[in-house]
């Protein structure tokens, strides 16, 4: 795509305008100033002697469960549909965002019963990086982000752990057989990450002003990411102490698959753990949460709950709602303006999940397949948007 907008100082600015919120400096999540230290694993490199390891042969059709009712009952229903509770004796974690302040991030009353119908459930969050460029946040330090999930109600649901309050803790990223375009080697999440053996992924899909779109992907990847690691991944493997060394929009969007792919990957295949994935269609703006203070009014009418054990399949179909929601040519042209698509397709590419899915309705009883294996492209259909 041409024109893409990179992640510049100038984009930096742009963001910083309409961020408001408790100046912080960029400091260590232990309360030092610099990057997090990263434990290392003997002194050597986790890649050392370590073969390619193949992605897994995606299903034939991924399923999606969907309803309509954004409600705690309509959350607890699609996370039943996935029929895969916690096995007795896991160590069970809820990643979602805490949110800027006056920010659409999900709120506590939504979805305290859920969370707390699990057993011994924890919230778990990591800092922000972009507090390093002059972004007013509460969630760049560690101090400050405790006080602000104090305030967002999300304390008095569950514990809630900042898992890179510590250190990164730096987990490998296995290269896919016959995919040529690859940035990274390592990536640098949470030292608490390794904690948890069961993991529900909460996300609230919207859009975003870096990546065009904020989803199930997303929150593996930037959301699981220390600020070590969220640097590295925007940077596309290039710095750990600035967001701002930037390699280009395309690089960024296939880091983030990556670095979801890497936390999927030590999950389930080096722990033997479960993770899946909820989206909450519901104040449907085309910034993200990260955002403070936002004036925005969504667009676009709350659309649903969905759920899947296959995030490249749930992003998916959230992308393809919003195609066919009235309201939608802002949103459509943001992640078209960042190529939001890519960090899916790519995705499907490494073996993260399938853009083939079948949604059911649990609302109907009905099931729907993917609309269309390849979709025209987000600038063909945001002109037929403006059109209508």
């Known amino acids: 795509m041409k024109n893409i907008a990179r992640f510049t100082v100038a984009t930096a600015a742009s963001m910083l305008s309409i961020a408001v919120g408790v100046a912080v400096s960029y400091v260590a999540c232990d309360g030092g100033a610099g990057v997090l230290p990263t434990e290392r694993a003997s002194g050597k490199n986790l890649l050392e002697g370590e073969a390619y390891r193949p992605a897994p042969a995606a299903a034939e059709s991924s399923i999606v469960?969907?309803?309509?009712?954004?409600s705690r009952t309509g959350l607890k229903a699609v996370y039943d549909a996935l029929n895969l509770p916690p096995p007795a004796g896991a160590k069970t974690a809820v990643k979602l965002s805490t949110g800027e302040d006056g920010s659409n991030y999900l709120r506590d009353t939504l979805?305290?019963?859920?969370?707390?119908?699990?057993p011994g459930a924890h919230i778990v969050e990591c800092n922000v990086a972009y507090a390093s460029i002059g972004m007013t946040s509460r969630r760049g330090r560690t101090d400050l982000h405790k006080q602000l999930i104090i305030d967002h109600g999300f304390?008095?649901?569950a514990p809630t752990i900042i898992m890179d309050s510590a250190r990164s803790l730096p987990i490998p990223v296995y290269r896919t057989p016959g995919v040529t375009t690859h940035h990274l080697d390592t990536n640098y999440v949470g030292e608490a990450f390794k904690d948890y053996d069961y993991y529900v992924i909460l996300s609230h899909f919207k859009g975003h002003g870096i990546a065009g779109l904020g989803g199930a992907i997303k929150n593996i990847s930037i959301g699981i990411a220390s600020i070590e690691g969220k640097n590295w991944i925007h940077t596309a493997g290039k710095s750990r102490t600035s967001i701002l060394d930037d390699r280009g929009q395309n690089p960024f969007q296939e880091s983030m698959a990556e670095a979801g792919k890497s936390v999927v990957d030590y999950l389930k295949k080096d722990r033997d753990g479960q993770?899946?994935?909820?989206n909450v269609m519901n104040n449907i703006s085309i910034d993200c949460d990260c955002i403070a203070n936002s004036k925005e009014t969504p667009q676009i009418k709350d659309i649903g709950i969905l759920a899947s054990t296959d995030p490249v399949a749930l992003d998916w179909a959230c992308v393809e709602l919003v195609k066919n929601a009235a309201g939608n040519a802002d949103l459509?042209?943001?992640i078209s303006q960042k190529n939001?698509?890519?960090?899916?397709?790519?995705?499907?590419k490494i073996g993260l999940g399938s853009l083939t899915y079948k949604r059911i309705d649990l609302d109907n009883a009905t099931s729907v397949k993917t609309p269309e294996r390849v979709s025209p492209s987000m600038a063909a259909m945001s002109e037929l948007a403006k059109s209508k």
């Open 111 to 118: 979805i305290k019963d859920f969370i707390q119908s699990l």
């Open 332 to 334: 459509m042209n943001r």
């Open 155 to 157: 304390a008095a649901i």
């Open 65 to 70: 469960y969907f309803t309509k009712d954004v």
């Open 275 to 278: 993770i899946l994935y909820i």
């Open 340 to 348: 939001g698509e890519l960090m899916i397709r790519h995705g499907e």
